[in-house]
């Protein structure tokens, strides 16, 4: 069995996938290593659909990863024959008054300043514009749209399981079903510790999600906190084709007098299906032991009750399904890639406060570039982030 390895990739999700394929794109002899089988439904990752969307309101930084992760899945739906990117078009609601916000205070108007500067094609819509396009949507006198042409969704589940096929077929080792226990440097080298072994390389890439806070310890303790989070599917109550791609768009609600934003995006699976349909929680804390798997029929009702039904009449109370998923969020909402403090050799990337799938295929690549040549061609945004002048492809 081979242990000696260029780089050596812990954790396969979203970012670790697309590191993993981006080294053996490059060359780099590169081990990636799971504790499960990704895809898999434990992680941040799961659930059908991500929202991917272009001028990205938490920051305009941001802006060129998502352009650029949009041209890696179109070239890895091309290599691959799979159906990873949809273009739905994208709707941001918001309003004047007291309102949720979604991860940053001005995001909607970071949003309109993003898509301005970068060039992202948009529309300005009122209320009576979002009802005669989006009759689905019961929104008020007040309230307004972003409407983003080449937003959509992304399928997270196809993504990791592409980057994971083509990283093995370019040469890169995948082991599954196999936990890091820990690591170390010594000497420029870092040592990985599993439970079925010991591999060596010269470079480190932590991915490992909800899971990192645990294996980094306390030298990160405060840094990161992991919060559930829960996805349901509302079934219609008319026809299907009023919700498919197509008729309705992603949609992000800045929910006017509520704490919480809503989030959603079309019927994709057909009559019966549902319309998957979210919202977000910051208030308490878990882990991946800890957290409840189960979502209970109140937090159902609940989510109908106050964020669905005044908002979608077209929704009934009937749930297909719902499940919970875990967001890794920072202070300021921003990611957290950087090198680790006692050991060089190591690059902690990973927690990417509930916005980062649509990033991901970028920021393997950078992480790649990064590990390949030692600097990363898009500036990496990440917390306390400021632009080094660097080169962006936007
Ligand atoms: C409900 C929800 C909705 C979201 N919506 C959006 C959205 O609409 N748009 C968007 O852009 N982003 C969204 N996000 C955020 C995005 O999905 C995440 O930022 C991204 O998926 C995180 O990927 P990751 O690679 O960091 O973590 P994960 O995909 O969880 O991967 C971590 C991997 O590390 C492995 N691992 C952990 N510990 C070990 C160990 N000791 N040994 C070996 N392997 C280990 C795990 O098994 C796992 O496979 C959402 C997230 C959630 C939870």
Known sequence: ???SFDAIVLG?????????????????RALGIDRFSPPHALGSSHGDTRITRLAIGEGEEYTPLALRSHEIWRGIERETGRD??????????????????????????NTLAAAKRHGIRHELLDARDIRRRFPQFAVSGDEVGYYEHEAGFLRPE???????????????VVR???????????????RVVSERGEYRASRLVVTAGPWLPGLLGTTWAGRFTVRRQVLYWFREKGPVADFAPGRFPVFIWELAGQAQPSYGFPAIDGPG?????????????????????????????????EKVAPCFPGLSGECARAVACLYTMTADCRFVIEPHPQMPSVIVASPCSGHGFKHSAALGEALAQVVA??????????????????????
């Open 1 to 3: 069995m081979q242990t």
């Open 12 to 28: 396969l999700g979203a970012m670790g996938s697309a590191t993993l394929y981006q080294l053996a794109r490059r060359g780099v």
């Open 84 to 109: 990873l990117l949809t273009t739905t078009g994208g709707l941001v609601v918001s309003s004047a008054g007291p309102r949720a916000t979604c991860h940053v205070p001005g995001f909607f108007a």
């Open 158 to 172: 196809a993504c990791i399981a592409a980057q994971l096929d083509l990283a093995g077929r370019g040469g890169a």
């Open 176 to 190: 599954r079903d196999e936990k890091v226990l820990g690591f170390e440097e010594s000497r420029g080298h870092v």
């Open 273 to 305: 299906g549902g319309v998957k349909i979210a919202t977000e929680q910051h208030e308490a804390a878990t882990t991946p032991e800890a957290v409840a798997r189960e979502v209970a029929p109140e937090e159902i009702r609940a989510m109908y009750e």
């Open 373 to 394: 040549d030692g600097r990363s061609r898009i500036d990496l945004p990440v917390s306390g982030w400021k632009p080094s002048g660097r080169e962006s492809p936007a």
